[in-house]
């Protein structure tokens, strides 16, 4: 009987949505990070980097406008925030340790490459002893346990990166009611604007709400 069941919800899934983002991965050079498509529970999907869903992930080259100024990627939004401001950041003023970009060369990037900038700019954050970043001048906590100014300019970037890029939004909607699930790891009691793909389930609400 489990058997059937599991089969006939394949069948319905199957029929609603592309199978292909279900087809199971072999792949023996699997990342440790990577969570496999086929680790979806029923009415779940990963968002997975290896089909076009990857494009809702914030590593995606969606680029966006945002308060006038242009992103590569809301990853190379976020880990911007990590880096100096300006020459008169007490970040750039400390000499004890290096930063290797610039705010603006990270604001270009995507995906690996933006979160090693980001990296870098956290082992930086811990050396000084500061648990902040910045944006346009404002000192925001970076590790808020609550939905705070970080969690919503995130989620200001997220909204950006779906207005302005027409394949993000259809593939979004595209995910009916399915239960969104990353494709990587997720550390434990992590901020709320860590998990993107909430975020999405609440904006396709929203957009689905509207129509």
């Keep these: 009987m489990c058997i059937a069941i599991a089969f006939w919800l394949f069948a319905t899934l199957s029929a609603q949505y592309p199978a292909h983002w279900w087809t199971p991965v072999i792949d023996s050079h699997k990342p440790d990070w990577e969570i496999l498509p086929q680790a979806a529970k029923p009415g779940e999907v990963i968002l997975s980097k290896r089909n076009e869903l990857g494009i809702l992930s914030n590593f995606a080259a969606t680029p966006f406008t945002l308060r006038g100024v242009r992103y ?46 980001g990296d870098i700019g956290e082992a930086n954050m811990r050396k000084l002893g500061i648990d902040w970043v910045t944006f346009e001048g404002r000192r925001i906590t970076y590790r808020s346990a609550v939905k705070g100014e970080h969690y919503r300019l995130v989620v200001e970037a997220m909204r950006a990166k779906l207005d302005q890029n027409a394949k993000v939004r259809d593939i979004l909607l595209a995910t009916g009611d399915l239960v969104l699930r990353p494709d990587h790891f997720q550390e434990a009691n992590a901020p709320p604007e860590w998990a993107y793909f909430n975020i999405w389930m609440d904006i396709r609400a929203e957009l689905r709400g509207k129509r």
């Design 72 to 117: 590569a990627s809301v990853e190379g939004f976020w880990q911007m925030m990590l880096y100096p401001e300006g020459p008169n950041d007490p970040r750039a003023l400390d000499k004890s340790v290096i930063w290797p970009h610039s705010r603006r060369e990270v604001s270009q990037m995507t995906s690996f490459e933006a979160k090693a900038a």
